[in-house]
């Protein structure tokens, strides 16, 4: 009997790649990333992807597997997840799906509900409007989903919007999943200061290896123009501020998401939650309890 996935999420910053690292070296796993933009080539500094390092002490997979110029979504993870857990699987080891994206865990989790599929007349209506009409739409439309989305990202909220004009319901309702999979979840967190300060280490670094030379690169393409930190570099490159003041933004910013994130988690997830720092051990002795075979 194949043993369950283990699922690990938390917000940036807060260490989920390497105790994802130290338990798929422990159990005898590989990891599958839970990340909108680590699918992406190209966009490695800002999105923190792991290391050609870390790839090779564990495989990993979704990562670098589509080009800039294709789009993702949720059905893909879910149809490219259940791929990469089957052939993890046919070597007798671990799949751990790590990752920061909320709406992918739960569609892993959930299902993908009944939403229809995108209308490309529409949609191009629809990425036409400047982004307050399409907030103010969506607010008076769906106040659930104005409450929770992203409102810097504005595929998300064009989606939110197609959703509603197509079905006549809110996006909220249409999100209606089936019960969640039982296996053993955790979220990862630490004590607010803590957090801070590794998200302000994160981009001093990320700026020192260069990422405004990889957003000079990938900034022609939708989808790095919509990821945090290459929207606010790209800002900076057409001089809308300087590069002092542009840090400082993406510091703020990545708190800003690390929050919502938190939040996302909390409500829309049944996941256990653990400190960070005391993760893998705690981590590591549930996980074998919860794949441990019930006596009959």
């Known amino acids: 009997m194949n043993a369950p996935e283990l699922l690990l999420a938390g917000p940036t910053a807060v260490g989920k790649t390497e105790i994802a690292l130290h338990l798929a070296e422990l159990l005898d796993g590989e990891i599958v990333s839970v990340d909108s933009m680590q699918v992406y080539r190209g966009l490695d500094i800002g999105t923190a992807k792991p290391t050609l390092e870390e790839r090779r002490r564990v495989p990993h997979h979704l990562i670098d ?17 259940s ?7 046919s070597r007798n080891r671990v799949p751990i799906l790590c990752g920061g994206t909320g709406l992918y865990f739960k569609a ?7 939403s229809p599929p995108p209308d490309p007349a529409l949609r191009a209506t629809l990425e036409k409007l400047p982004l307050p009409v399409l907030l103010a739409e969506l607010q008076s ?15 998300r909220i064009i989606r939110a919007i197609e959703v509603i004009r197509l079905t006549g319901q809110p996006f909220s309702a249409q999100r209606e999943r089936c019960a969640p999979k039982a296996v053993p979840f955790f979220v990862l967190q630490r004590a607010q200061a803590d957090l801070h300060r590794r998200i302000d280490e994160r981009v001093e670094e990320m700026f020192a290896r260069g990422l405004v030379q990889e957003t000079e690169r ?20 057409k001089g809308v501020r300087g590069l002092a003041e542009t840090i400082t933004l993406v510091k703020l910013r990545s708190r800003q998401y690390a929050k919502r994130q938190l939040t996302w988690f909390r409500h829309q997830t049944q996941a256990d939650w653990i400190d960070a720092g005391s993760a893998v051990a705690a981590i590591q ?12």
Request: hydrophobic residues 45%; aromatic residues 8%.
């Open 141 to 155: 439309r769906d106040p659930a989903t104005f409450e929770r989305i992203d409102r810097q990202n504005p595929r």
């Open 285 to 296: 002795a549930r996980f074998l309890t919860a794949a441990r075979p019930k006596a009959s």
């Open 83 to 89: 791929a990469a857990i089957e052939d993890i699987r």
């Open 218 to 237: 990938a900034l022609a393409n939708p989808a790095a123009s919509l990821a945090l930190g290459y929207r606010q570099v790209g800002e900076y490159l």
């Open 65 to 81: 597997i589509l080009n800039l110029t294709e789009t993702f979504d949720a059905a893909q993870f879910v149809r490219r997840t």
């Open 108 to 114: 892993w989790l959930e299902g993908l509900g009944q």
